[in-house]
């Protein structure tokens, strides 16, 4: 059971928003300004999206944005693309004993 | 360009051993902390262990502490993973990844699989 909780998928048309969300608790999320998003296609090895809660990397689009909320985080793309379709992890600073959590991913179709 | 290329997954029988190594190259290796996250077939991603720069700090999940040990040699680039008393659960691809930050992985490998079975 991972520590971080994530919607096991998430589906949207070409040209729609959807926002993934995961949840922590106050000992991970909602204390730390250190949440990572990770977008994984099949069989490949997983790609940084956003870092520090909302920050993109430099060749990330800009359709990827990510916010937090008290212990819920967010990841949102907007204007959906039939190449966005892959499984998406949440992580998360919890802190020196549990470290680095990753949530149970999710799995975006695009329909 | 970096690159991160792991090596030494295969095939062990439970209770073996194995040692995982990741060669890095394109960056300086001795500036950034480096981590080992495994993926169970069809499962998610798993946190293993991470290692600071010059090995001051060395942290691991509760699910291998004790059996696993990470380490690197910055002279040489590379990081490695000895796993000992290996069980049916520790079945997954490893993927050394470097991190920015502490939830930062920026850079990953293509993994080595590794496959616990009698």
């Known amino acids: 059971q991972s520590a971080l909780t994530q919607p096991a998928s998430v589906s949207g048309s070409p040209g729609q928003s959807i926002t993934i969300s995961c949840t922590g608790t106050s000992s991970d999320v909602g204390s730390y300004n250190l949440v990572s998003w990770y977008q994984q296609h099949p069989g490949k090895a997983p790609k940084l999206m956003i870092y520090e809660v909302s920050k993109r990397p430099s060749g990330v689009s800009n359709r990827f944005s990510g916010s937090k909320s008290g212990n819920t985080a967010s990841l949102t793309i907007s204007g959906l693309q039939a190449e966005d379709e892959a499984d998406y992890y949440c992580?998360?600073?919890?802190?020196?004993?549990?470290?680095?959590?990753f949530g149970g991913g999710t799995k975006l179709t695009v329909l | 360009e970096v690159q991160l290329v792991e090596s030494g997954g295969g095939l062990v029988k439970p209770g073996g051993s194995l040692r995982l190594s990741c060669a890095a190259s394109?960056?300086?290796?001795?500036?950034?902390?480096m981590n080992w996250v495994r993926q169970a077939p069809g499962k998610g991603l798993e946190w293993v262990s991470s290692?600071?720069?010059?090995?001051?700090?060395?942290y691991y999940a509760d699910s291998v502490k004790g059996r696993f040990t990470i380490s690197r040699d910055n002279a040489k680039n590379s990081l490695y993973l000895q796993m000992n008393s290996l069980r049916a659960e520790d079945t997954a691809v490893y993927y050394c990844?470097?991190?920015?930050?502490?939830?930062?992985?920026?850079?990953w490998g293509q993994g080595t699989l590794v496959t616990v079975s009698s």
């Open positions: 394109g960056f300086t290796f001795s500036s950034y902390s």
């Open positions: 992580c998360s600073y919890a802190g020196s004993s549990t470290f680095v959590p």
């Open positions: 290692i600071s720069s010059s090995s001051s700090y060395i």
């Open positions: 990844a470097r991190s920015e930050t502490v939830t930062t992985f920026d850079y």
